[in-house]
């Protein structure tokens, strides 16, 4: 369960700032809703950590977790940027989300396949990122994500730009994660993605 308190944020400089209030049970999904600047983007990089709060609490099942470095924190996200490793291959990106030793498991590396294989993906776990174009990064940023199986996912924009076939497939591969207990926060201008995954809205 998230509990986001009172958590305010102002950029520095800025006069005015956010105070986000709300909790999401797992296997739920909220779609973060407002126009562009209404701080959605940053309202998810608090809640991984890449932005750090003035006040207020995130808390998951409970327990305090703002001051957790990103990767110590429940979470994992799809920003509008992907952030794939550049001299690395498709499928070292992934597996580094799964193991940061890359010691990975017989499983893990069929899971891994697999991922490609339902976005469309097959046989480019060894093309590099820069061989990619914009909508096939999002599918290796997107499968990277949901294969670390975090019980939190930050989505922001997640499938902007995506062919409907490549949309179809991963809007039916988060809808698992949904119904696996992962909990969504989606930040999305497309209403379809909306309707589809958001079990209820959050106006911001
Ligand atoms: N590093 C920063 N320093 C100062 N202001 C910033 C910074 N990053 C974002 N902002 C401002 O904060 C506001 C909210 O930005 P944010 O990216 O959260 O909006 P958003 O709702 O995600 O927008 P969009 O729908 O366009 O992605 C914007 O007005 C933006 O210009």
């Known amino acids: 369960m998230l509990d986001v308190e009172h958590l305010c944020f102002r950029y520095p400089g800025q006069s005015e700032g956010w105070e986000y209030h709300f909790s999401l049970a797992p296997g739920r999904c909220v779609a973060v809703h407002g126009a562009s600047g209404s701080g959605k983007t940053t309202l998810l990089n608090l809640i991984a950590g890449f932005l750090a709060p003035d006040s207020g609490q995130i808390l998951w099942n409970g327990r305090p977790i703002q001051h957790l470095e990103p990767w110590n924190r429940p979470v994992t996200s799809v920003f509008q940027e992907h952030n794939l ?77 995506l062919d409907n ?40």
């Open 85 to 161: 490793f550049e001299h690395l291959d498709v499928a070292t990106n992934i597996g580094l989300g799964l193991h940061p030793g890359l010691k990975l498991t017989a499983h893990q590396k069929q899971s891994i396949n697999e991922g490609l294989e339902r976005t469309g993906l097959s046989g480019f776990g060894s093309r590099m990122p820069g061989d990619l174009s914009g909508g096939q990064r999002q599918r290796v940023a997107l499968v990277r994500a949901i294969l670390r199986r975090q019980p939190l996912l930050l989505l922001d924009e997640p499938l902007t730009g």
């Open 165 to 204: 076939e490549a949309k179809d497939s991963l809007r039916a591969m988060l809808k698992e994660e949904k119904a696996r207990g992962v909990a969504l926060i989606l930040a999305s201008h497309d209403e379809d993605d909306r309707k589809l995954l958001a079990d209820f809205y959050w106006n911001l």
